[in-house]
C-alpha cells in the first residue's frame, strides 16, 4: 500500500517535471493511489458550464474566440435574463449534473450585470446545486457579495507559467490573476483554477503552472485541465491538437501534487476516445463538464456520456451543497508571488 500523500506546498519544477515524465503506467499508478486515498474510486462530479454573457471581451487571450480582438465564429450575445439562466440550470440538474457554472466574458463585472449575477447565483443555490462563476477579475466587495449569495466556488483560471503567459495574454497581467484568486479565498469562496495545454507553451511551463496551483494554501478545491481547441480567426487556430497521452500525464501530475482537489477533464475532451477518456479517470481525473457546449465550443454529447459511465462502471458524485453562509477571512490562495523556482 502507498504511504498516505500530504499536501505539499513547496513543489519545485524539477520535482514535477520529475514526476511529469515517469513512465506513463508508473505514473499512473502513482496517481490511482494517490487519488483513492482522498477520494472515492470510480465517482465523477458532473458540471454544466452555461455562457451567460457570449462574446465582445475586452481582453486579448489568443486562445479565445469570445475575445473582441479577434473576427471569430463567435456571436456577441448580452448577458442572459435570470430565468432563461435557471431554467438552464433546472436541465442541467435533470440531466444529472451537481454543479452549475457561469461564465461571462466580461474583464470584470460592473453594476446591474453583476447583480443580476447574484441573483442567478441565489437561484442556483435554492434548486439544490452547486454554483461556480467565472466573471474576470473581482474586487473585495464583489467577492464578498457573491459569497453572500452562497457561490461555491469561482474559477479564474492561470492558463500557463508566468514565463509564457505574455505569449498569450498582454491585458492582463499574471498578478492581476493571483490577486483575484487571493480574494476569493479570502472571501470563502472555492478556488477553481487550471490552466490550458497545447499553447506552444514547453514542459517546463506546464510543470511551473502546476508548481503555482500547488503553492497555494490552500490548494484549489478544483482544477480544470483544458486541451487548447483551436478555434478559427484566433492567434492559435493552426496549433496542433493535444495528444491525448499529454493530457494524461497532465492529469495525473496533478493529482499527485493536489491530493485533495477535484481535478477537472475540461477543454478537449471532444476529441477524446473513450478509452481515452478512461485513463484520464485512471489517472486521477474526477470531474467534466456535462452538456452540449464549454461556453462556445463543443462538448461530447449527454447520452453519448451516459453510455460511456454505465459500461465503465463510473458513477456520478451527488452535490455536496453546503448551507448559503461563509466566514470572511479564510485561508488565502497564498500566490500572489513567483514560484521560488521561477
Known amino acids: 500500500m502507498l504511504a498516505m500523500q500530504e499536501p505539499r506546498h513547496d513543489w519545485t519544477i524539477a520535482e514535477v517535471r520529475a514526476l511529469y515524465e515517469l513512465p506513463l503506467v508508473e ?25 451567460v454573457k457570449t462574446g465582445s471581451c475586452p481582453e486579448d487571450c489568443s486562445y479565445c474566440p469570445q475575445s ?38 466580461w474583464r470584470n463585472p460592473k453594476g446591474k450585470d453583476f447583480e443580476q449575477v447574484l441573483d442567478m447565483v441565489r437561484g442556483v443555490r435554492d434548486l439544490g446545486m452547486e454554483a461556480c462563476a467565472t466573471l474576470g477579475m473581482l474586487t473585495d466587495e464583489q467577492a464578498d457579495k457573491l459569497a453572500d449569495a452562497g457561490l461555491t466556488a469561482y474559477n479564474h483560471n492561470l492558463d500557463t507559467s508566468r514565463a509564457h503567459y505574455s505569449k498569450i495574454i498582454s491585458t492582463r497581467t499574471y498578478d492581476d490573476r493571483l ?10 469562496i472555492s478556488v477553481c483554477c487550471g490552466g490550458i495545454i497545447g499553447m506552444g507553451e514547453s514542459i517546463d511551463d506546464r510543470c511551473a503552472m502546476l508548481a503555482e496551483l500547488a503553492h497555494m494554501q490552500p490548494h484549489p478545491g478544483s482544477v480544470p485541465i483544458n486541451a487548447l481547441v483551436p478555434v478559427e480567426g484566433t492567434p492559435l487556430a493552426e496549433q496542433k491538437r493535444v495528444e491525448p497521452f499529454e493530457l494524461v500525464r497532465m492529469i495525473a501530475t496533478a493529482r499527485i501534487m493536489m491530493p485533495a482537489a477535484m481535478v477537472r477533464l475540461s477543454a478537449g475532451r471532444e476529441t477524446l476516445t473513450r478509452e481515452a477518456q478512461l485513463l484520464c479517470f485512471m489517472a486521477g481525473a474526477n470531474s467534466i463538464f456535462y452538456g452540449e457546449k464549454l461556453l462556445t465550443t463543443g462538448n461530447p454529447d449527454v447520452d453519448a456520456d451516459q453510455a460511456m459511465f454505465r459500461d465503465a462502471g463510473l458513477k456520478p458524485i451527488g452535490a455536496r451543497v453546503q448551507a448559503k453562509e461563509h466566514v470572511h477571512g479564510a485561508v488565502p490562495a497564498g500566490a500572489t508571488s513567483a514560484s521560488p523556482a521561477e
Request: a positive charge; charged letters at 25%; one cysteine or more.
Open 179 to 188: 490577486e483575484t484568486l487571493d480574494r476569493v479565498a479570502r472571501s470563502g
Open 68 to 105: 473582441a480582438h479577434y473576427d471569430t465564429p463567435v456571436t456577441s450575445e448580452k448577458l442572459m435574463s435570470v430565468s432563461d439562466v435557471l431554467s438552464k440550470a433546472r436541465l442541467a440538474k435533470d440531466k444529472g449534473a451537481t454543479r452549475f457554472c457561469m461564465g461571462a466574458a
Open 27 to 51: 505514473l499512473m499508478y502513482r496517481a490511482q493511489g494517490v487519488h483513492r486515498q482522498h477520494h472515492e474510486a470510480g465517482a465523477v462530479q458532473l458540471c454544466t458550464l452555461l455562457s
